[in-house]
Nanobody, 123 residues
């Protein structure tokens, strides 16, 4: 199995940027496709971005396309989410997740989850 720890969240003004990190330990990081999800208060957890095992494929939710960038470093065992042009609608707890068998945007297909990091965007 793999353990995931997110960091990099915080409070930022609208239009600003943040970079989230997700440090993985345990089983070989490159064995997992990775995803970022977020959950705002009172809402369901929603897909943000995903990246394939080698990092060669990425995919984004329409709401973040062109503003967010997912990447991974399989040597440093770390997943990243660069978030630019943030808006108050991006306010949520952000989670990274690992899937051994699926490159998916469904949270049900992910096997391991981090504890989440809060991102708050003020207007």
């Amino acid at each position: 199995q793999v353990q995931l720890v997110e960091s990099g969240g915080g409070l930022v003004q609208a239009g600003g940027s943040l970079r989230l990190s997700c440090a993985a330990s345990g089983r070989t990081f490159s064995s997992y496709a990775m995803g970022w999800f977020r959950q705002a208060p009172g809402k369901e957890r929603e897909f943000v971005a995903k990246i394939s095992w080698s990092g060669g494929r990425t995919y984004y939710a329409d709401s973040v396309k062109g503003r967010f960038a997912i990447s991974r470093d399989n040597v440093k065992n770390t997943l990243y989410l660069q978030m630019n042009s943030l808006t108050p609608e991006d306010t949520a707890v952000y989670y990274c997740a690992a899937s051994q068998s699926s490159y998916s945007d469904s949270p049900r297909r992910y096997d391991y989850w981090g504890q989440g990091t809060q991102v708050t965007v003020s207007s």
